[in-house]
């Protein structure tokens, strides 16, 4: 099991959170306002309603297609989606930083290569991601350190 795989899930789970969608489309120069949202779009966001007028027109287009989805989403996905959001919001800033890292370096990746990673989580046995989700989590901050470093050696010498 790679956990660069691991990490890349953790990155397009965390996208979710920080925007709702890793591939909202560039923002509307005007924004969206608020009343033209629908019903089940203005409920999702209603905890940014009060300072929606002050956010950037890209955020606003963003929030607005991420909170459509959500009312898309099948109830199954919403509820693992909100465990996600809940589990990142009682992260350290350090742990929150490293997230927000990987989702940096996961949106600067080859279209393909971001592709293959999710087609490699996607044919993995629920099995298989559970123990790797379960070996990653059971890991001492010094066990994550190691593994970091031996993937980095890994790059390296592939690169060679």
Known sequence: MNITLYFQHRVMTCAL????SVFANSAMAEGVAWESLSEQQQQTLSAVKDHWNELPPHRQERLSKGAEKWANMPPEQ???AQENITRFKNLSPE?????????QRFRQLPPEQRSALRERWKNMSPEQK?????????MS?????ELREKIKSRKIEQAQ
């Open 17 to 20: 959170l920080l925007g709702f």
């Open 141 to 145: 901050p010094e066990q994550r350190k």
């Open 78 to 80: 919403r509820e693992r």
């Open 95 to 103: 742990d929150k930083a490293r997230v927000k890292e990987h989702i």
């Open 130 to 138: 559970e123990a790797f989700k379960n070996r990653i989590k059971n």
